[in-house]
Nanobody, 115 residues
């Protein structure tokens, strides 16, 4: 059973930056498209950024130009560099496969952006 462990969240002021990491217990990244998702309080989980096996990257409009998704296959890790953070980015961030989340969700990592 593949396990996904997200880390790197925290409290940051608006305009600040964070780098999230997602480590997988198995060698999954080379065979799967991966993505970051987030769930804000009282809202549904949404896709934030996706990185396909072919290297195509897609971002939700609200984070374009501010967030960057990348991965390190040998380390079985996917990253999300988040710059120019806004209060509306506050959420629990998760990683999983894309376009369907085929693995069990991890605990996520909480990002809180203060104004």
């Amino acid at each position: 059973q593949v396990q996904l462990v997200e880390s790197g969240g925290g409290l940051v002021q608006a305009g600040g930056s964070l780098r999230l990491s997602c480590a997988a217990s198995g060698s999954i990244f080379s065979i799967n498209s991966m993505a970051w998702y987030r769930q804000a309080p009282g809202k549904q989980r949404e896709l934030v950024a996706a990185l396909t096996r072919g290297g195509i990257i897609n971002y939700v409009a609200s984070v374009k130009g501010r967030f960057t998704i990348s991965r390190d296959n040998p380390k079985n890790t996917v990253y999300l560099q988040m710059n120019s953070l806004k209060p509306e980015d506050t959420a629990v961030y998760y990683c999983n496969t894309h376009p369907y989340a085929i693995y069990s969700w991890g605990n996520g990592t909480l990002v809180t952006v203060s104004s």
